[in-house]
């Protein structure tokens, strides 16, 4: 039941429904429903299998599990890009009384604190949050198994503490902030934490024989910003949208590109994954994708983006386990870089560039190693290496005449043009690296100096010559 896809082939068309179809036939999942957006748009909505007697469109709610943490990440990256808090801040610092209180906010949502996986009690998925109605009811007596930034341990009550954070930061519950600052600007209006009509059940699948057992729909209290919501595939589409490119009404595109960077460190064993900022991060085919997994009893759920295609693919279904959803999605997504590669937007001029920034723009040299530097749109500046190890970067206006670096090795470093007693520009420094005109210019402060004799070309037993 195809609800839109008329920018894509008919083969490719095809290719998705038999992806989905086979997935949903293979794991046993009651239904199925995946989107494909492209270049901020949806481009195909498909669901298998039935919801209350027919197939799934992109209005059919299921439960996300822990996409859910994707939304609470925005919420505190909103509060931290408003000023409210540090992403090095300790958590007691604003929200006192936990037992985690020194671990940091930025630990918090990479999942570097060291917290537990679980709280302590009943699986807290299959009961009624009001078995632990404090916030340390969802910590214990021994919150912190792993020191903190030791390595990456998948924390829920993590999440929940950051929950929280939003909850004291803002006075208000953190479902309504999620709704006011992020869902409505996004037209998410699907995605709750309760389910409304259309909307699946959650069901177990017998592992040895086609049969079904509902699985419990609670509310898990404290424990929902780890993995409360519902939502459905044309909801998830716009979330996908905005992984993919940021929106100025919810976050920052710059602060997106810091969500989808690597926080934490993977595990030796799982060298093609890691976790962002509350984002999850996979390498598959050499295919760089970004998004998150959900899964509550009854339900599996992903979102995966990839950024160099401008694609975003949803999978969602009703099923405990068995249904490969990352998989799938990851599917998607190759599925359509493959049979129709993106195509670029024509290159057009800036619109207005400072002439300033225009002085700067040209190469650069860190030594001897060349670099490219160029004004970019909105006053940021692109530094690229012009040789395999070159440390490139994205530089984004300070206000001060100067520009913050935001990836790579450069990432939170500061670059100032600086000038000599005539007003010229000297050279650039960028976090201790001076970057001049011409390799290592004698006329700059290049660090240790420069030989007086300037370059040469060994004689006969000079150190180096052959």
Same mark, same amino acid.
């Given at each position: 039941m195809s609800a839109t896809g008329t920018d894509l082939l008919a083969e490719t068309r095809r290719a998705l429904r038999h992806r989905l179809a086979t997935g949903q036939v293979q794991g046993r999942a009651p239904s199925a429903v995946a989107a494909v957006v492209r270049d901020g748009c949806p481009v195909w909505v498909e669901g298998?299998? /039935? !919801?209350?007697?027919?197939? %799934?469109?992109?209005?059919?709610?299921?439960?996300?599990?822990?996409?859910?943490?994707?939304?609470?990440?925005?919420?505190? =990256?909103? @509060?931290?890009?408003?000023?409210?808090?540090?992403?090095?801040?300790? =958590?007691?610092?604003? @929200?006192?009384?936990?037992?985690?209180?020194?671990?940091?906010? &930025?630990? =918090? @949502?990479?999942?570097?604190?060291? @917290?537990?996986?679980?709280?302590?009690? %009943?699986?807290?998925?299959?009961? %009624?949050?009001?078995?632990?109605?404090?916030?340390?009811? !969802?910590?214990?007596?021994?919150?912190?198994?792993?020191?903190?930034?030791?390595? +990456? +341990?998948?924390s829920n009550p993590g999440y929940a503490l950051l929950g929280a954070l939003v909850e004291r930061l803002r006075g208000e519950p953190w479902g309504e902030v999620l709704r006011r600052e992020v869902l409505d600007p996004l037209g998410m209006t699907r995605t709750a934490l309760v389910p409304a009509a259309p909307h699946a059940t959650g069901w177990a699948v017998h592992p040895w024989a086609d049969v079904l057992l509902p699985e419990p729909d609670v509310d898990t209290g404290r424990m929902a910003p780890a993995g409360q919501l519902w939502s459905t595939a044309a909801d998830l589409a716009r979330l996908a949208v905005l992984l993919l490119d940021g929106d100025e009404r919810v976050l920052h595109p710059d602060t997106v590109a810091e969500m989808r960077t690597p926080s934490s460190p993977p595990e030796a064993a799982t060298l093609d994954s890691g976790y962002g900022l509350g984002t999850q991060i996979l390498r598959r085919d050499g295919r760089l994708l970004v998004g998150h997994t959900g899964s509550l009893p009854g339900f599996l759920a992903t979102v995966w983006v990839s950024e160099e295609d401008g694609l975003g693919a949803v999978v969602l279904g009703n099923v405990t386990a068995g249904l490969p959803v990352s998989t799938m999605a990851a599917d998607l997504v190759a599925t359509v870089a493959e049979r129709e590669p993106r195509i670029p937007a024509p290159w057009r001029p800036l619109p207005v560039v400072d002439p300033d920034l225009l002085d700067l723009a040209g190469p650069w040299y860190w030594g001897p190693a060349p670099y490219l530097l160029r004004p970019v749109a909105d006053g940021f500046l692109d =530094?690229?290496?012009?040789?395999? !190890?070159?440390?490139?970067?994205?530089?984004?206006?300070?206000?001060?005449? /100067?520009?913050?670096?935001?990836?790579?090795?450069?990432?939170?470093?500061?670059?100032?043009?600086?000038? $000599?007693?005539? &007003?010229?520009?000297?050279?650039?420094?960028?976090?201790?690296?001076?970057?001049?005109?011409?390799?290592? $210019?004698p006329a700059a402060a290049v660090p240790g100096g420069v030989d007086p004799d300037g370059w040469r070309v060994p004689g006969p037993g000079a150190a180096g010559a052959q």
């Open positions: 298998w299998g /039935s !919801v209350d007697g027919r197939p %799934p469109d992109g209005d059919v709610q299921y439960r996300i599990g822990s996409i859910t943490k994707t939304f609470v990440a925005l919420l505190v =990256l909103r @509060l931290r890009d408003e000023g409210r808090l540090a992403l090095t801040d300790p =958590l007691a610092e604003h @929200l006192p009384g936990t037992s985690a209180g020194q671990a940091t906010i &930025g630990a =918090l @949502l990479a999942h570097t604190a060291g @917290l537990r996986a679980d709280p302590p009690g %009943p699986w807290w998925e299959r009961t %009624p949050g009001d078995l632990r109605p404090e916030l340390a009811d !969802v910590l214990g007596a021994e919150p912190q198994p792993h020191p903190a930034g030791g390595r +990456h +341990h998948y =530094l690229t290496g012009l040789r395999a !190890v070159g440390r490139g970067t994205r530089l984004r206006p300070a206000g001060d005449g /100067s520009w913050i670096g935001l990836n790579g090795y450069f990432a939170g470093e500061r670059l100032r043009v600086v000038r $000599d007693a005539a &007003g010229a520009v000297s050279h650039l420094d960028l976090g201790t690296f001076v970057f001049t005109r011409r390799p290592y $210019d």
